[in-house]
């Protein structure tokens, strides 16, 4: 039973990861370019949440609308200012430029609500359990870890239906193989980045308020270590790939926590980060990633 | 063209940030100034003229950043002290606290800062990693360190002139399995700790040979570092698969209130016993202090005891900051009195160099006995590595309060 406890706990953790590497693969596969600052993003998505029901009493859910409306326009907003003057320098440009941002971002949040912890509120009590119970309580399964499963799993039926069957969708698709050629055939390849941004911001409003229910301290650095696992499991999935984020997630928590459950509590890191190189050495691409042979 | 504008205009936007953060902390400083401004006219207008420079004493702490409710409780003990002693008249000071966010490059920036300034008495840093950073530049610099909270060994280590407020981290873990011994608290104990922090390992160690001498059993022993402190089933649920009935926690408050929400989730209700790192805990914005209930913690100081001294500081820290200060803002105020008591038996005046006061403080440092709002009534001494002898009260959090357990 101690197992199926601890993949319960894994999948839970990696639940929190594949949210937060839909957001970095969805932006990785149409701009091309590593958001480091999408774990931020997240961060200020969770701390809109906060004090819209902590502050003002709002209901939960008004708060998520809330912080999916600011996350949008500030991921448009950092689109704008930050990455768009940047669209034809080096790829290494525009990956340090988002560096920089997730710094101001981080250091702007500590100025506007200071450092100190807050502990963020728990949403998904039902029937007034956190948890739901199997085999006479032996089993608990936390509400936040299956709301945020079938989160993960809407949010990439929706992203895979979006980029497949719509027209904007194909125009991303367009854009992301070629955006010179995407141009001429009459897209307008800003707008289009802009509102692969302003998708991905608005799921990292999603994802933050999901990791702050599953682990409810709140501090202007709570989205940057999430961030870069979650950037690490949407690479294990294959970068691109979005059901490759949700595996890569899954698959993430889930070595973590029995690293950690049966190898050891000191090695759980050092554990993933071996796997992960073992994965990348055998695939490159990633587990689903696909491997694009370029055209000379 | 265009771009050439949106650069200019982030240019700007950097500029106003940068800018904008350092008009933060310098209107604090006015504020501070000011503040001892205008006490050292009120002073000087009572004592006749008596316009005597000040002593600068500097410090660095966590400010911002998520250890910065020690940081700012320091800086407002030390200030409280520091408003005190200049009302007096007589010896006078200037307080400067520069923000380190707990970083130890930052820590160095920050003391080079206030050393700019004209720092001729530090406080050393208010957090371990940083202390260990800057007490170096301090037995360089010959200057002479208080810290009120740098509690690694390693701060104090090998350097005449850095002296601790507080308790050192070994002492911290041998006093804890004493205290869990002599309480006959638990028998099996289970450990969880932070292996990239010196603090919680310091601890953990001598705790770890504390316990086994006396006879306590430590059935789980799990660690978690920066990387993954946000999920702690397994090492909880290592701890309730081997039976232990007392959880030992010597971490900062803010991972540990993690493990107490997820502790409760799992419904599992063991004795949890904390250290001077989990003071701090019930000021969190948002945090359930139910969940913390019959949370056990070693601390030098008690805001619920009845003496004169203790009830005065709580009360005037209360008025002025709306908190109840913690054991941080208990030892700053503390180092501010005994360096001013050591001031005060050396003769030392304002315009003495920083290495005449370093050569007189030390040798006060290491002969007086001193009495303040931390430790108990047999007073604090210290020897001449730095380190205190002093005796630590054990608290409990009981509906949201801490309370004594003697």
């Not at chain 1, 991921?75 to 704008?80: D, R």
């Not at chain 2, 004592?47 to 950043?65: V, W």
């Not at chain 2, 006061?357 to 210290?382: R, V």
Request: aromatic share 10%.
């Amino acid at each position: 039973m101690s197992f199926l406890n601890f993949l319960i706990s894994g999948i839970s953790l990696g639940s929190i990861y594949a949210i937060i590497a839909l957001g970095y693969t969805m932006v990785y596969g149409i701009a091309k370019m590593l958001n480091f600052a999408h774990g931020d993003v997240i961060m200020v998505g969770a701390y809109i949440c906060f004090y819209a029901v902590f502050s003002f009493e709002l209901p939960p859910i008004v708060g998520i609308l809330m912080a999916i409306a600011v996350c949008t326009v500030l991921g448009i907003v950092i689109e704008k200012l930050a990455y768009k003057p940047l669209r034809s320098a080096p790829s290494l440009a525009v990956l340090i430029t988002a560096i920089g941002v997730s710094y101001f971002l981080q250091n702007a949040a500590q100025l506007l609500w200071t450092s100190s912890p807050k502990v963020f509120p728990r949403f998904f009590n039902f029937g007034g359990q956190a948890s739901v119970s199997f085999f006479g309580g032996q089993l608990s399964v936390s509400w936040t870890t299956i709301i945020t499963i079938i989160t993960c799993i809407i949010i990439m039926l929706a992203l895979t239906w979006f980029t497949g069957k719509t027209k904007r969708g194909k125009a991303m698709r367009a854009c992301s193989e070629d955006k010179g050629a995407a141009q001429l055939m009459g897209i307008n390849v800003d707008a289009t980045i802009s509102m692969t941004f302003a998708i991905g911001s608005g799921l990292a409003a999603i994802a933050g308020v999901l990791l702050c229910s599953a682990y409810p301290t709140l501090v202007p650095t709570t989205g940057s270590m999430p961030g870069i696992k979650a950037f690490t499991a949407a690479v294990f999935g294959g970068i691109g790939s979005i059901p490759g984020a949700l595996l890569g997630g899954l698959l993430l928590g889930i070595i973590e926590i029995m690293a950690k459950a049966y190898i050891s509590t000191q090695l759980s890191d050092a554990i993933v980060f071996a796997v992960l190189i073992i994965v990348l050495l055998v695939k490159p691409a990633g587990l689903l990633g696909k491997r694009v042979n370029e055209k000379v | 063209m265009k771009k050439k504008i949106i650069a200019m205009l982030l240019c700007v936007a950097m500029l106003l940030c940068v800018t904008a953060c350092g008009g933060e902390s310098s209107s604090s400083d006015d504020a501070s100034d000011s503040s001892s401004s205008t006490e050292d006219s009120g002073t000087s207008s009572g004592e006749g003229g008596d316009t005597a420079a000040a002593f600068k004493i500097g410090g660095t702490g966590p400010l911002t950043g998520s250890t910065s409710i020690y940081g700012i409780a320091a800086q407002n003990g030390a200030q409280i002290a520091v408003d005190e002693i200049n009302a007096l008249g007589g010896i006078q000071f200037e307080l400067r606290y520069e923000d380190d966010t707990n970083d130890p490059e930052k820590a160095v920036n920050a003391y080079n800062a206030v050393k700019d300034w004209g720092m001729q008495i530090s406080l050393g840093s208010v957090t371990s990693k940083p202390g260990e950073a800057t007490s170096i530049l301090n037995y360089e610099d010959r200057i002479f360190a208080l810290t009120p909270s740098a509690s690694s060994v390693a701060t104090v280590e090998g350097k005449d002139n850095v002296f601790q407020m507080c308790f050192t981290d070994p002492n911290q873990g041998m006093a804890s399995a004493q205290y869990i011994a002599e309480q006959d608290m638990a028998t099996k104990i289970a450990i969880i700790w932070k292996n990239d922090d010196v603090y919680s390992k310091g601890i953990h160690d001598t705790f770890v040979e504390e316990a086994n001498e006396r006879g306590l059993e430590i059935v789980s022993d799990t660690t978690f570092a920066d990387g993954n402190a946000t999920d702690f089933s397994v090492q909880l649920a290592d701890a309730q698969s081997n039976g232990a009935d007392l959880i030992f926690l010597p971490m900062y408050y803010e991972p540990a209130s993690l493990i107490l929400t997820q502790a409760n989730a799992m419904g599992y209700t063991p004795k949890f016993f904390g250290v001077d790192g989990m003071d701090g805990i019930l000021t969190m914005p948002g945090f359930d202090a139910s969940l913390a209930e019959g949370v056990m913690l070693l601390t030098p100081f008690n805001a619920d005891a009845d003496d004169e001294k203790t009830q005065a500081f709580v009360e005037k820290y209360e008025e002025l900051y709306g908190e109840t200060p913690n054991q941080f803002a208990a030892d700053a105020y503390d180092c501010i009195y005994a360096i001013y008591q050591a001031l005060e038996a050396a003769e030392c005046t304002p315009d003495m160099s920083n290495e005449e006061l370093c050569d007189a403080l030390i040798e006060q440092f290491t002969t007086m006995t001193f009495e303040g709002l931390t430790g108990d009534g047999e007073g604090i001494t210290w020897d001449e590595d730095g380190l205190v002898s002093k005796n630590p009260k054990g608290m409990v959090i009981e509906d949201g309060v801490y309370v004594g357990l003697d």
